[in-house]
Every structure is written in C-alpha cells, then in structure tokens.
C-alpha cells in the first residue's frame, strides 16, 4: 500500500464530554508543574515515568500538560513514592481522579497484556511431502487458511476492518475495507441487525475488488449528505464514487467517479478520505499530500477543484471530520509541532473552510477521526485504546491540548482503532468504528466521559469480542515454520496460532 511509504442523556439534546471528575487547573498551575519537571531528580522523573510514561520528555520541550498529567506532577512533587506499583499505575493523586477515572472499586484489567493459551481441538488433513521445489509462474493456491473461503465474506455481518461509517440521521452506511464493500441500513439500527443493501458486491456473500462504477478496491471513508448524496472513497481506484440519490438496490452503480489523479495531478493518489454536505466537496490525497476542495458539486468526474491545499505540515492525509466550517483531517505521516508522541501521527486543524491553500490553524499530537455534534468533539485514535473528546471546538494547539479528555490506563471500554474507524451520530446513538476488532460499538446515548463502556455492537454479540479471531482469522499475519510445525502470528489481535503439522 501507499501506506507503506506509510447517565443517560437526551437524544436531541446530547451532553459534552463532561463529568469526568478530574480537577481542573489554571495556568499557573501548568507553568507550576513545567518548573516542577524542569527541575526533577531521577527519584521524580521515575514518578512520572510509572505516571504517565515518557510525556515527560515532551514537557521538557514545550509540551503543556493536561489536568490529568498535572495531577500526576503535583503529586510526585509531594509524594515521589505515588506511582511506583509495579504496573507503572499506582495510587492516583490524593484529593482527585483523572480525567475519565473510573468509579472507585472498578480496577483497570491487567490480564488484558498476560499471556493466554489455548488448545483447540481441532482436526486437518496433515500435509504429505511433495516433490516440487519451487512455485510455477501464475501458479493457483490449493487450500486457503484463515479464510472463509476464496471470495467469501463469511456473511452480512462478518466485517474486515470497518474503516469508515456514515449517517444523514436516518439511514447508516458502513464502508467494509477489506471485503471490498459498504454496507446499508435503510434505518438506524438498534441493535445487532443484517443490513438492507450491499455496494461493491452484488450480495453479502463475495469480496473481490473491481474497477467498474459498481465495484470498489480497498475502499476507505464515506460521506452521505442530507440530500441523500452518497460518496465513497475508491483508494485502490484512485477515485471517489458518487450517487447523485441515494442508491436503493444491491451493487447500484455510482452516477459517476471523480478521477482525483486528474483532479491534483498527481498519478496514483489513493485517495482515503472524503467529506460533502451536498454542495462542497473535500477529498485527501494521501500519496501526493494535497487537498482537494470543490465549493459547488462536480456534475461530472474531471472537474478541477476549486483549491488545492499543500502545506509542509501535511505528509499523507487520511480521513476528514468536518460540521462544513470547522475540518479536522487525520494524517499518518504528518509534520509540525504535534508529531513526537505518537510518532508521526498527527491531526490537522482548521477553524473556517480554506478558500486558498494554508498552512492548519492547530494540530492534535495524533490521528484521530470522529464527529462533530453541537460544537463538540467526540473521535477515536487510529490504533488508539481510548477515545479523544472535546467540550468545544479548540482554536489553537494549547486549547487542543488542554481541553483533550481521555480515559486513563485500564478505564473504560479498551478501543482497538487501528487505520481509522471514525464514529457517525444518528438517532441520539453514537456509532464508533473499531478497525481491529472488526465490529462498529455503540452507546445508546452520547457518552458523558470517555471511560463508559458502549451499550452493544453492531457485527458482534458484544462490543469486547474479536468476531474474526473467534472465527480463527488471522489478521496482517506474519508466517514461519520448523518444517514440521506452522505458526502465524496475528497482527492485531496480538495473537500467535500454532498447527503442530502442516495443514
């Protein structure tokens, strides 16, 4: 891939990301704690270190830390014996909890990172030896492993990797990656139902890409407007199918593919991310690092965009979060003053939509895609295990980072994001994308903090499990055998299966 160069709340009235019971300190106190760090011995730099881990460091360059970290600061200061269990979690600092700590009595799960074995009692044909001893040009597989077979999905509700979900408050469309397919439900589901319609397969039953106006190949992020417009990003394509009314049978043709190589002149973009509200348009180039903006709708697929947005800071752009004004966009090889924490990971932001190409106005320290309801923000991290909200749209990269609520280490719903997911608001109920785990979690209202479980899961009987791993599907796998014996490792599960002879 491309890539490789790499309680409850109204429904009509959701709350903010509130209520999570941390202090709140002013900016005294953040500049108190910076002094604090800066002035460490190796006795407090260890306190921080079981803390909250190396964002010390990142405060010694500039970093203004949370409430939470401030919290752990403060409390090293008076107490440098606070954190030093073994798990680097100790006692939380006297007289608060942090942002989104879980109720007293709920203690974070260390069995999650133990190590868990197995024994299936399972029976294969064992493997006879053969006389070959290389593989024949264009040669065909005999058996597939970890499949449900050639061109099988293994159903409609059997997701790979769930990249992108999208809602126009009636109906809800997921985009299922790697079975080459988007999903429809005709009305918001409310609990673990099949869906109505199937693109990009002509049923639920195949997989294999294509490149006909019907088809898709490593589909990434939707968009459906409230004019019943719907755009998919095609990335293996290099286009973004549109559907001028919003399809009503399986496998419907799009109305037409807007060619993004034509459109930033830049041949195989492998676009990822797209976002319209029925009358603009905003599509990433991931290879070629550009935006693309349309501000009237294309009638056709080679109209040049309005504005092309190139920016140092902008490495391969991915997904958008949007509400029209405020645009968030997710980059997984970013430049600027956010990357370090999360390596390269970073999310542009701009306060007002572009009408030229600008350097963002702020930046979060990671990729993350979400949703925007009534000036808050509610995403998930790609790879992630918590979720990121906002009480308000942050206007700097100091409001991004003070006004960022988390869960703390072991609280809460343990997210599996991976490249990408996103989260669509419909019904009152949030729907939040988790690539690795191959399901879509739901809460049935908008949650108060980031800590609080999801209420059930759509592709799954519960949001904890691992459909594709219970169905014995290895993931990103990495392969190697004794010769006698084959093992596979499962990338993101974090899992190692083990044939004790060759299937």
């Known amino acids: 891939q491309p890539d490789s160069p790499k309680g409850p709340q109204q429904p009509d009235s959701p709350k903010g990301p509130q209520g999570q019971g941390g202090q709140r300190y002013s900016d005294e106190d953040r500049e108190a704690a910076k002094d604090v760090v800066v002035a460490a011995s190796q006795v407090l730099i260890e306190c921080f270190e079981n803390g909250f881990g190396k964002i010390y460091e990142n405060i010694l360059q500039g970093y203004v830390p949370d409430d939470y970290e401030v919290g752990i ?62 593989f024949g040009l264009s040669e065909s597989a005999d058996i597939i492993l970890s499949d449900f077979g050639f061109n099988m999905t293994g159903g409609a509700l059997k997701f790979n990797h769930p990249v992108s979900i999208a809602s126009d408050g009636t109906r809800l469309v997921v985009v299922d990656r790697f079975n080459n397919r988007a999903l429809i439900w005709n009305t ?66 799009a109305s037409f593919a807007i060619d993004v190589d034509f459109a930033g002149g830049v041949q195989g973009t492998w676009p990822w991310g797209v976002w319209s509200d029925g009358t603009k348009i905003m599509v990433t180039q991931t290879v070629g690092g550009q935006i693309l903006i349309w501000n009237t709708f294309p009638t056709s697929g080679t109209i040049k965009p309005d504005v092309v947005i190139k920016s140092s800071q902008v490495g391969t752009p991915r997904s958008i979060t949007s509400n029209g004004t405020y645009i968030m966009i997710g980059d997984e090889n970013a430049n600027g003053e956010c990357i370090g924490l999360n390596g390269t990971r970073s999310t542009h932001i701009w306060t007002s939509w572009p009408t030229s190409s600008r350097d963002p106005d702020a930046c979060v320290d990671n990729w993350v895609g979400g949703v925007i309801v009534d000036e808050k923000i509610y995403a998930i991290a790609a790879g992630g295990e918590t979720l990121y909200f906002w009480d308000s749209l942050p206007t700097t990269t100091n409001d991004v980072s003070i006004g960022k609520i988390l869960a703390g280490p072991g609280e809460g719903h343990r997210w599996q994001g991976g490249d990408d997911g996103g989260m669509a608001y419909a019904n009152g109920k949030l729907f939040v994308g988790e690539y690795n785990r191959s399901l879509i979690s739901v809460f049935d209202s908008i949650p108060a903090s980031p800590d609080i479980n999801p209420d059930w899961a759509l592709g799954s009987a519960s949001p904890t499990d691992f459909p594709l791993l219970d169905d014995s599907i290895i993931q990103n796998p990495a392969i190697a055998s004794n010769g006698e014996m084959l093992f596979i490792s499962s990338d993101f599960d974090r899992s190692l299966s083990v044939w004790k002879n060759i299937p």
């Open 73 to 134: 600061i403060f409390a090293c200061r008076d107490n440098p014996n606070s954190f030093d269990s073994p798990e680097g979690q100790g006692q939380q600092p006297q007289g608060q909890q942090p942002q989104g700590q879980q109720p007293q009595g709920q203690q974070p799960q260390p069995d999650y990172y133990s190590l868990k074995v197995t024994l299936n009692n399972s029976s294969y044909v064992i493997a006879t030896p053969s006389s070959n001893t290389r």
């Open 188 to 253: 918001i589901p409310s609990s673990n139902t099949n869906p109505d319609i199937v693109l990009g397969q002509k049923n639920f039953t195949t997989e294999m890409h294509g490149d006909g106006l019907d088809n898709f190949n490593f589909p990434g992020q939707a968009s459906l407007t409230s004019d019943g417009k719907l755009l998919i990003a095609d990335s293996g394509n290099n286009r973004i199918l549109v559907w001028n009314s919003f399809p009503t049978s399986f496998g419907q043709k």
